[in-house]
């Protein structure tokens, strides 16, 4: 798939501090992919510095086969984290008035907005001023205006940050319509039951730099072992004697016993002991949840073969 986004060995300090070392990763034309990191990451600094709101120290943005200056950032939209819309202005005006900053025909926009506005509940908010709208009908709107010009590339830095279960709903299918029609998309997000749901790709950063990178599927093969959640009074010991059990976590009658890498479900499941106490048991694969909590505590729990420490 055609790279519209090719992030090249990006650096940046603030004074003497370094916030970003060496990030490199690519947006595909039609993906969705996630940007992920614990709060002070560098995510925003990574997002700032494609948008052009800073310059890297090092490495480069490059879109398409533009660079710095030269990127059309009419082809590129965005959502910042900061939810700025201006206040005593009609909603439709105002989202007029970012499509034509970014050179796009107004009756489409028009055109464009009534139909969003509709697809998300706000028919008739057109005409209303920014003030008069509750936080989540603001951040929709906010979202319609990054998107109303047809962007290539579209930016959403924590998208669904105060959106009800509904609103939030709308916007996962909308984001995925969107990368369905070829817009590349570079999503930050806290959520990652939503991004393992969403998502195609994933940069993780940690302390500015990269800790993992790949598809959701390479992810969880490298990064996701299985574990089993038994529900019964167990003795530990008889636990931890168990075929590829890497470690076991006990509170009261509920075991998880984490599993190696190599083992082999029904196999593992047929030489469990006559003896075992089970009420409950389920077998799941490590979340990204989880995945992400090893990485921004340190824990190492997973290293990069997948192996679960104890
Ligand atoms: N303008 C600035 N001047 C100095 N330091 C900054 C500036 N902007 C960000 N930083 C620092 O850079 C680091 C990364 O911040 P950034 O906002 O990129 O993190 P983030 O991953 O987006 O975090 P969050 O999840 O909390 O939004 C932090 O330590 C922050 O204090």
């Known amino acids: 798939m055609e790279n519209i986004l090719t992030v090249k060995e990006l650096g940046k300090s603030f004074k003497e501090t370094r916030i970003l070392q060496n990030i490199s990763f690519e947006v595909r034309k039609g993906e969705i992919m996630a940007i992920l990191g614990p709060n002070g990451a560098g995510k925003s600094t990574t997002i700032r510095n494609i948008m052009g709101i800073m310059y890297p120290d090092e490495g480069s943005i490059v879109f398409h086969n533009h660079v710095e200056n030269e990127i059309p950032r009419n082809k590129i ?23 034509e900053l970014k050179d796009y025909p107004i009756k489409k926009a028009k055109e464009r907005a009534l139909a969003y506005l509709a697809k998300f509940g706000l028919e008739g908010k057109d005409r209303v001023s920014v003030e008069e709208l509750s936080k989540g009908m603001g951040q929709k709107v906010q979202f319609i205006a990054s998107i109303i010009h047809e ?92 075929s590829n059990v890497q470690r076991v976590e006990q509170t009261e009658d509920i075991s998880i016993l984490y599993l190696t890498q190599d083992v082999i479900v029904p196999v593992w499941l047929r030489q469990l002991p006559e003896n075992l106490h089970i009420q409950e048991l389920s077998i799941d694969r490590i979340s990204l949840h989880e995945i992400f909590i090893d990485v921004a505590t340190d824990q190492h729990i997973l290293d990069e073969g997948g192996a679960v420490h104890a």
């Open 77 to 99: 939209g965005y959502l910042p984290e900061e939810r700025g819309l201006y206040k005593n202005v009609k909603v439709m005006d105002m989202i007029l008035y970012l499509a």
């Open 151 to 242: 962007p290539e590339l579209l930016i959403l830095d924590e998208p669904f940050s105060g959106l009800d279960p509904v609103s939030q709903e709308l916007f996962k299918k909308e984001i995925r319509e969107l990368a369905n029609n070829g817009t590349a998309i570079l999503l930050s997000s806290h959520q990652m039951n939503v991004v393992e749901e969403l998502c195609d790709r994933l940069f993780m950063i940690h302390r500015g730099q990269k800790v993992i990178y790949g598809t959701m599927e390479n992810v969880k093969n490298q990064y996701a072992n299985f574990k089993c959640t038994i529900k019964g009074r167990n003795d530990l010991a008889l636990l931890e004697k168990l």
